[in-house]
Structures are given as C-alpha cells and as structure tokens.
C-alpha cells in the first residue's frame, strides 16, 4: 500500500544534541510537509518542499532545518534541541497540481514522538 | 485572523449519533477536510468536502457544511468506541501549496 513512513517512531535525545527525523513516501507526491504538534494542540507547520523548493513558515525557528535529497524523502533536522522542542512531529504528503482532490489531500504519517532530555 | 474553532470536547453513548462543529474564517477555502486523531498516532483523512457542496455523505459520517455561516459539521452515525479520538476540522486556504489551517480539535468520548 502506498503510504508516508516516518522513522523512528520514537527518539529520545539530549538537550542540545543534533537530531535527525526522516519520512518517505511511496505515493510519488510533489510536496512534503513537516509539522510540529505539541501536546493537546493542533499540528502546526513548519516548513514544506514543494518539488525542491523549500518554504519556510515565517514563524519556524532557525534551529530546525530541512533537507529533501529527492522525491521519497524528505527530513527534519533539529540543531540544538531544547525542552521546548518535545513534541510530536508529522509528515505528510501531497500531489498538488493533480486533477483529483484526492490527490490534492494530505496524506500523513504516523508520526515521531521527540523527548528532549 | 485566520482562525478555526472547535468545541473541545463531546462526550457520547455508544450507538448514538455524535455531532462535532467547526467555524472557519476564509470564506475562499476550496476544501475543508477531516482528521481523526488516536493517541500517539498520526493524522488519518475521514473526508473532505468541496466549498460548492452542501452535504456529504460517507458511509456512516455525514459532512455539512453551512457557507454563508462558515460552519463544518461532522455527524457520525451509531457511535463506536472505536471512534473516540480527536477530530481536526482543516481549511485549505492556500491552493498554491495546498497549505491547511486546523482547528483546535475536538476529544470525542465514547462512553459503552
């Protein structure tokens, strides 16, 4: 089944440590969106590639990064992680341009829970 | 400001009809969808419904959507256990980039 994969399911670092989240997708979608949820609040988005262009949301924080080295996978780097920074975040796809609304729709991944210690 | 509410919480008995509203703000939103969301887990699309339709039907969830109000509903009929979780309503407000604004979301509780 074509679907958004998101690895791992659940990371545990250190305050200030490099962290590295991944998604890819088997359902050759456009674009690739990351966003951050945090507990009891709804998803917010940080960024997305739509094709190899990155948009960044005016309000993302420098110390997350994103890198899209082709049209599976796209990742979430986070520089220095803060407590702060403990959230669930979500992949998810979509292919814009398509001549299907349910194409267009975003697709989402199960998710990577990120603990900050 | 672009902002989408939602009731926090419905609580329901197990086989009765369960009715979670949303109000949106960008009267030009082309699509707005439903997620459920279980614990721990993703986002999972229910529906969507386009802004020229006043009424969707999908199995047991029935979309109505009042334009002239910015109102969303979401009716689920014969309410499972299954189906407690948080539902996001979401408005697609940029169709440059497909980008959704969500709502605060709802926590439906299905009581046996």
């Known amino acids: 089944d074509a679907m958004v994969i998101q690895n791992p399911r659940y990371q545990v670092t250190q305050f200030g440590k490099p962290v590295t989240l991944s998604c890819s997708q088997t359902?050759?979608?456009?674009?690739m969106y990351w966003y951050q949820q945090k507990s009891s609040q709804a998803p917010k988005l940080l960024f997305h590639?739509?094709?190899?262009?990155?948009?960044n949301e005016a309000d993302t924080p420098d110390n997350f990064q994103s890198r899209r080295p082709n049209t599976s996978f796209c990742f979430l780097d986070i520089r220095s992680p803060g407590l702060g920074d403990a959230a669930m975040y979500l992949c998810?796809?979509?292919?814009?341009?398509?001549?299907?609304?349910?194409?267009?729709?975003?697709?989402f991944g199960p998710g990577t829970r990120l603990l900050v210690l | 400001g672009e902002d989408v509410e939602q009731s926090l919480f419905l609580s329901v008995r197990e086989g009765d009809s369960s009715v979670i509203n949303c109000t949106y703000t960008?009267?030009?939103?082309?699509?707005l969808y439903w997620y459920k969301q279980e614990p721990g887990a993703g986002l999972q699309l229910l529906t969507y419904?386009?802004?020229?339709?006043d009424m969707k039907q999908d199995q047991r969830l029935t979309v109505l959507l009042n334009k002239k109000d910015k109102h969303l509903s979401l009716r689920i009929a014969d309410t499972q256990t299954g189906d407690s979780a948080i539902y996001f309503c979401?408005?697609?407000?940029?169709?440059?980039?497909?980008?959704?604004?969500f709502g605060t979301g709802t926590l439906l509780a299905v009581q046996p």
């Open positions: 590639y739509y094709d190899k262009d990155f948009n």
């Open positions: 419904i386009f802004s020229n339709m």
């Open positions: 359902l050759n979608h456009n674009v």
């Open positions: 960008d009267s030009s939103s082309t699509y």
């Open positions: 979401a408005e697609r407000y940029d169709g440059a980039t497909n980008k959704l604004i």
């Open positions: 998810a796809t979509s292919g814009l341009g398509s001549t299907s609304p349910f194409q267009e729709t975003q697709y």
